[in-house]
């Protein structure tokens, strides 16, 4: 069993719904939650930072990480095709440790 | 967010022969850089962790002697793949830690915009 799972998708949704991206985890020792975005053939974006549990909103972003759990989301209000990419949970024991990825969920959305 | 280059971002070579990659930091110093390789719909796979001034850690099954890794100032790491060979085609990324991070950042890793070399 891998440490953190995400479904790769891909997941198609029509413009302007509501994106919900999941990730599941094994170690309760995580504390940090990322969620990074990428377009194809460039590099990771940084999306959204959180620690430990709780909501984080930025824009049309809002990242929840519940570690009773052991589950985050990232959700994406008013979708637009430009936020078709691939979205990576990533998450870490300390802020300075090794990131551990899921294998990252292809999103569509088509216009 | 911090921005972290590389060069080149795109290079073809001819088997056996070596290819440097080059990954910076542009506006932070940064005392550990990754680096990483990713295949196609593939997530990230971390090859090895780069310190300033140390020698880089490499993770389980890569090779060192193959790829070289260089970490001689805070905002420079370089990545040479020695002996190309076509498996070793692939998109290469490197990311870069900001120890401590300035106001309104995160403290994670931040990641350039990848390498994809083509061995023929």
């Known amino acids: 069993q891998k440490e953190v799972e995400q479904d790769p998708g891909p997941l198609s949704v029509p413009e302007g719904a509501i994106v919900s991206l999941n990730c599941t985890y094994s170690?309760?020792?995580?504390?940090?939650f990322m969620w990074y975005r990428q377009y194809s053939r460039k590099g990771p974006e940084l999306l959204m930072y959180?620690?430990s549990s709780g909501n984080k909103e930025d824009g049309r972003f809002t990242a929840q990480v519940d570690k009773s759990s052991k589950y985050i989301s990232l959700f994406i209000r008013d979708s637009q095709p430009s936020d078709s990419a691939t979205y990576l949970c990533?998450?870490?024991?300390?802020?300075?440790?090794?990131?551990?990825w899921g294998a990252g969920t292809k999103l569509i959305i088509k216009p | 967010g911090a921005v972290v280059s590389q060069h080149p971002s795109w290079v073809i070579c001819k088997s056996g022969t070596s290819v440097k990659i080059e990954c910076r930091s542009l506006?932070?110093?940064?005392?550990?850089m990754f680096w990483y390789r990713q295949f196609p719909k593939q997530s990230l796979m971390l090859m090895a962790t780069?310190?300033?001034?140390?020698?880089?850690?490499?993770e389980q099954g890569v090779e060192k002697d193959k790829f070289l890794i260089n970490h001689a100032s805070l905002t420079l790491s370089t990545l040479t793949v020695t002996s190309a060979h076509p498996e070793d085609s692939s998109f290469y990324i490197c990311?870069?830690?900001?120890?401590?991070?300035?106001?309104?950042?995160?403290?994670?890793?931040?990641f350039g915009p990848g390498t994809r070399l083509t061995v023929l």
């Open positions: 990311s870069a830690r900001e120890p401590t991070p300035r106001e309104g950042r995160a403290d994670t890793q931040y």
């Open positions: 506006d932070f110093q940064a005392t550990t």
């Open positions: 780069s310190n300033e001034g140390s020698k880089a850690t490499y």
């Open positions: 170690n309760s020792a995580f504390q940090y």
């Open positions: 959180t620690y």
């Open positions: 990533a998450m870490t024991k300390e802020s300075n440790y090794q990131l551990i």
